[in-house]
């Protein structure tokens, strides 16, 4: 199973989830050390992640890509600045 977490609009990565191991060795550098899934959740399938220290340079939209055996699902969430 494979989990990433990307901006949309630079494909950047925030957060990989790869072999039963989160990877932050392929975040981008803005995301480093900021992100975290909740470990509880992982085993009911829920790969929320958590973004601490959130600010206006992190508007914008996200996807979140699941990939297990030959299935593909993904979400969106968009993070809007206070004020627009």
Known sequence: MEVE????????ILHLFLGGQSRPESQG?????RTHLL??????????LLLQDVGAADAGVYKCVVYREQERHETRVRIQEVGK
């Open 39 to 48: 470990p509880q959740e992982i085993p009911k399938g829920n790969f929320s």
């Open 5 to 12: 977490w990307r901006r949309t609009d630079t494909d950047t």
């Open 29 to 33: 550098d803005a995301y480093r050390g």
